[in-house]
């Protein structure tokens, strides 16, 4: 199998609260991968020992055949290795440009017309080259995710995390994200959803894993995942009772 990105043994705790692990997942190139699990099972602190953002306790995290393990964040999305936040936080004050110039700046990809040119392509590609001159805070919330993703997709990343883009959004705005996405997957970028929005990770993955207290309980295609009593138990009986 060709795996772009390799987690092996991760593990990470927060003083005596063991977090995540150890956990064992593989990432394909151009795959569409689904994380789910309640709150708390650990699928932000995985993505974040992925990124970069915190350094795991224990195992090994391996990117294009590059240990990567001890890398800072900022390396990691050299490699191409992006993600966007649940939480858009533009830079205020700036133009939706701008909000993209600068992390193009941060990875040595800015200062240039050739990098104006990049950044108006990606605004372009999610539907946002009409607002390029406005203040960022003038935009509207499914604009702030869409503003969110462009910023990681100025990295050219090869894989990209999606944390919860779609939180928030309406129906029709959902499926505004879900097609950005798979065009997004379609030109060679894997990705890989976390989400509470069950039909849209179920209609988006090729594959999803379940996470609870940190480690895996389920991995499959979305209806075997679906199927599987001990994710029904924990997961899905926690979305109906919401």
Same mark, same amino acid.
């Given at each position: 199998?060709?795996?772009?990105?390799?987690?092996?043994?991760?593990?990470?705790?927060?003083?005596?609260?063991?977090?995540?692990?150890?956990?064992?997942?593989?990432?394909?190139?151009?795959?569409?991968?689904?994380?789910?699990?309640?709150?708390?099972?650990?699928?932000?602190?995985?993505?974040?020992?992925?990124?970069?953002?915190?350094?795991?306790?224990?195992?090994?995290?391996?990117?294009?055949?590059?240990? *990567?393990?001890?890398?800072?964040?900022?390396?990691?999305?050299?490699?191409?290795?992006?993600?966007?936040? $649940?939480?858009?936080?533009?830079?205020?004050?700036?133009?939706?440009?701008?909000?993209?110039?600068?992390?193009?700046?941060?990875?040595?990809?800015?200062?240039?017309?050739?990098?104006?040119?990049?950044?108006?392509?990606?605004?372009?590609?999610?539907?946002?080259?009409?607002?390029?001159?406005?203040?960022?805070?003038?935009?509207? $919330?499914?604009?702030?995710?869409?503003?969110?993703?462009?910023?990681?997709?100025?990295?050219?990343?090869?894989?990209?995390?999606?944390?919860?883009?779609?939180?928030?959004?309406?129906?029709?705005?959902?499926?505004? *994200?879900?097609?950005?996405?798979?065009?997004?997957?379609?030109?060679?970028?894997?990705?890989?959803?976390?989400?509470?929005?069950?039909?849209?990770?179920?209609?988006?993955?090729?594959?999803?894993?379940?996470?609870?207290?940190?480690?895996?309980?389920?991995?499959?295609?979305?209806?075997?995942?679906?199927?599987?009593?001990?994710? $029904?138990?924990?997961?899905?009986?926690?979305?109906?009772?919401?």
């Amino acid at each position: 199998m060709n795996v772009l990105l390799s987690v092996r043994a991760v593990e990470k705790s927060f003083g005596a609260v063991r977090a995540l692990g150890p956990v064992d997942v593989d990432i394909r190139p151009r795959e569409r991968l689904g994380l789910i699990g309640p709150n708390g099972s650990g699928k932000t602190t995985l993505i974040n020992c992925i990124t970069g953002l915190f350094p795991p306790d224990a195992g090994v995290i391996v990117f294009k055949g590059i240990d *990567i393990t001890h890398e800072p964040a900022y390396r990691r999305a050299r490699r191409g290795l992006s993600r966007s936040f $649940q939480i858009p936080r533009p830079f205020v004050g700036m133009t939706v440009l701008e909000n993209l110039l600068v992390p193009m700046d941060y990875l040595g990809k800015g200062g240039g017309s050739e990098e104006i040119a990049r950044a108006d392509e990606v605004l372009a590609s999610v539907g946002l080259i009409a607002r390029r001159n406005d203040p960022s805070e003038a935009l509207s $919330q499914l604009e702030l995710r869409k503003l969110e993703l462009a910023r990681a997709l100025v990295a050219e990343p090869e894989v990209l995390v999606a944390d919860e883009a779609m939180a928030g959004l309406s129906e029709g705005e959902i499926d505004d *994200i879900l097609s950005l996405l798979f065009r997004l997957n379609e030109s060679g970028v894997a990705v890989v959803m976390i989400e509470h929005i069950m039909h849209a990770v179920m209609r988006f993955s090729e594959r999803i894993i379940c996470l609870e207290t940190g480690k895996i309980i389920a991995a499959g295609t979305p209806s075997e995942v679906a199927d599987n009593p001990l994710v $029904q138990k924990v997961y899905f009986g926690e979305q109906n009772h919401r």
